[in-house]
C-alpha cells in the first residue's frame, strides 16, 4: 500500500467509489446524486491537497483532502476528507491514511484540524476519537439519515 499525492489523471479511479459512498447518504452533507464532474470539482479542488492510496496492484483504493478550514487570519486551521472503496472497508485504510494525513498537515504548518460535519452514527467517529479528536458540539438532528432518520453532526477537533 503506498500514499502518494493525487494528480488530475488518478479522478476516473477514485469517482466509482466517491459516488457509491455520497450516493448512500450516510457520511458526508454532499447531494447523494452530486454529477461527477460537480463531485470533480469538489475533491479534486485546486485549493486542496489531495492523497491517494494505492494498493500492491495499483488500484487506487481510497483518498483524502487537505484544506484550509477557514480563511485570512484562520487559514492556519485545516479541514480533511477521508474515502476508503466501501468493499475495502474495516481493513485499516482509513487510519493508515488518516495518521499521514494529520502528519502532512502538521508538516505543511497547520495549527490544527477541524471536522464540520461528522454525521454522529459513522463508525467513523470512533477512528477520529481514537487519533486525538475530540466532539466540540454536535448540531441536533441536522442530517437526514437514510436508516436512522435524523442525526447529530458533529463538530470535532484535534490540535497538531
Ligand atoms: C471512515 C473510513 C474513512 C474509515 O476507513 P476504513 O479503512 O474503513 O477504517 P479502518 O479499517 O482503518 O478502521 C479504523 C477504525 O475505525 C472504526 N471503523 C471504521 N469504519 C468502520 C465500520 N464500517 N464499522 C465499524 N468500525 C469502523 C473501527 O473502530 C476501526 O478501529 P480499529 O482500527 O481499532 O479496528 C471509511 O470507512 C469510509 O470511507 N467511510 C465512508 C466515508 C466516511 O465516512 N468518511 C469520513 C467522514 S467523517
Known amino acids: 500500500m503506498q500514499i502518494r ?3 488530475a489523471e488518478d479522478w476516473p479511479r477514485i469517482w466509482p467509489f466517491w459516488h457509491r459512498i455520497v450516493a448512500a ?3 458526508y452533507t454532499w447531494d447523494r446524486d452530486t ?3 460537480a463531485a470533480r470539482s469538489l475533491w479534486m479542488n485546486p485549493a486542496k491537497q489531495v492523497y491517494v492510496v494505492e494498493d500492491e496492484t495499483g488500484a487506487i483504493v481510497a483518498s483524502a483532502f ?3 478550514n477557514y480563511g485570512g487570519p484562520a487559514a492556519g486551521i485545516a479541514n480533511a476528507g477521508f474515502m476508503v472503496d466501501p468493499d475495502l472497508a474495516g481493513r485499516g485504510i482509513g487510519r493508515a491514511l488518516a495518521g499521514h494525513v494529520v502528519e502532512a498537515a502538521r508538516g ?3 495549527r490544527g484540524m477541524v471536522f464540520n460535519a461528522v454525521v454522529e452514527t459513522n463508525p ?3 477512528l477520529w476519537l481514537s487519533l486525538g479528536f475530540e466532539i466540540l458540539g454536535t448540531v441536533p438532528e441536522a442530517f437526514d439519515h437514510p436508516r436512522h432518520g435524523r442525526v447529530g453532526l458533529h463538530v ?3 490540535a497538531l
Do not use: F, I, L
Request: charged share 30%; hydrophobic share 35%; no cysteine.
Open 5 to 7: 499525492e493525487a494528480a
Open 25 to 27: 447518504g450516510e457520511t
Open 156 to 158: 470535532m477537533y484535534r
Open 124 to 126: 467513523a467517529v470512533k
Open 35 to 37: 454529477s461527477e464532474e
Open 66 to 68: 487537505v484544506t484550509p
Open 108 to 110: 505543511a504548518g497547520y
